[in-house]
């Protein structure tokens, strides 16, 4: 048993093990996070809708830790997995390279409600926030699916037409 926690506790220093644990942040934490926005929308409970939204706004930063851990991993992964793989890894890092902006913004428009708070227009920014983290909830669901695919390849991948 001490032997599994000490490796744990090594593991967790890896960049390979971290960005495994860190890739699903965003889309758990959006979900957790939209659900407590949408209690506070019935119950008007402050401290809530307060941890609503700054669970939105640190999930939309794991992104940050997630791509420096995956760049620090992406050599080891590479040299672990088929030669085929290669450029389907490396296309996929370049893809959340790209849509990391969408979660910066998620994160700034975070913040930009927390300063709105007791301002009289805060309704229409909440509402704002949760369509925003609704989309980037289902982007999140969308990226976590590619990753699949590639990682694990008992996951089918459906093409148009079938």
Sequence with gaps: MWSESTSLWQ???EAEYLHLLL????????GLGLLLLLITAFSKEKICRLVAIVLLGASCLSVVPYLSCRHAA???ILATRPV????????QTRLREHTAWTYHLGAVLSVFTMAMMGNRYLTRVLIALG???VFLFGLSLWLHKKECELYHPNILRHTAGE
């Design 11 to 13: 593991s967790l220093g």
């Design 23 to 30: 890739e699903t942040l965003p889309l758990y934490g959006l």
């Design 74 to 76: 992406t050599p080891r």
């Design 84 to 91: 085929s793989l290669g450029a389907a890894i490396e296309a």
């Design 131 to 133: 369509v925003y983290a």
